[in-house]
């Protein structure tokens, strides 16, 4: 396949936001990143390998559901999850890293019933700079997305989510992001830019949580992890390259 037709790569796209210096996107990532170079098999997150090796795939489906009660409806965060970050030459994507399970055992916790937040009316239409102004927990936006995606495929293209084409999702996916769906108590914008946070969160956050397996994602961008210290090498004045550590196996 021609660089035309691939499109942009997630390491030309690593390169032009900042996130190989440790950024966080600030754009939308529907404008090149997402779509290309998604392995599409297995829609169940860990039912395929896709960072290239045993220890991930075993890692994967180790892993079980807190939140998510029905697979349909964790098939389709996993597709969509997969091609916002997907899998390509640099290493696995969203699915190869555990995001969808991330993102399940995150929405089973305080972050998807939004315990620490104030959750009282009037509901009003929050502007860009407002944080978090739905009468929705997360854990229900999530699931009232997910259900709104699956509606778009049967809409557009009478197929369920997870059997669409990568471009097909793509299209729904940037409807999304384009404030093109109607939804209920949020608006497709805001619930976008949440499944993108959740999704970028999951694969760069420590192991411990369930997401980022075999730290593959911080091998890629070679960040260290949490070292313990750095005192050794402080005064070096070479780049030093450290194998990663997660919070799981720090020695004490």
Do not use: C
């Not at 807190?66 to 965060?77: S, Y």
Request: no cysteine; aromatic share 10%.
């Amino acid at each position: 396949m021609s660089d035309e037709k691939k499109g942009l790569s997630r390491r030309d796209f690593l390169k032009t936001t900042g996130i190989a210096t440790g950024a966080l996107v600030g754009g939308g990532l529907i404008g090149g990143l997402v779509g290309y170079n998604v392995n599409k098999e297995g829609q169940v997150a860990g039912t395929k390998g896709t960072g290239g090796g045993n220890e991930q795939h075993d890692a994967a489906i180790n892993r079980g559901l807190m939140f998510f009660q029905k697979m349909e409806d964790f098939n389709v965060l996993s597709q969509a999850v997969e091609r916002i970050f997907p899998e390509d030459d640099l290493g696995p994507g969203a699915i190869g890293l555990g995001v969808p399970f991330f993102i399940d055992n995150q929405l089973a916790g305080n972050y998807g019933s939004n315990v620490k937040e104030y959750m009282q009316g009037p509901f009003f239409a929050g502007e860009s700079t407002q944080g978090y102004q739905s009468r929705l927990t997360r854990a229900e936006m999530f699931m009232h997305g997910i259900h709104k995606m699956n509606e778009e495929a049967q809409r557009r293209f009478d197929k369920n989510f997870v059997d669409l084409e990568g471009e097909q999702m793509d299209e729904i996916l940037t409807a999304f992001q384009k404030n093109e769906v109607e939804m209920k108590g949020a608006s497709s914008e805001f619930f976008f830019k949440l499944l993108r946070q959740a999704t970028l969160e999951g694969a760069y956050a420590d192991p411990i949580y369930n997401g980022n397996i075999n730290m593959d994602a911080w091998r890629m961008k070679e960040f260290p992890g949490n070292q313990m210290t750095y005192l050794a090498q402080i005064e070096n004045e070479e780049f030093m390259k450290y194998d990663p550590v997660s919070l799981s196996n720090m020695e004490h």
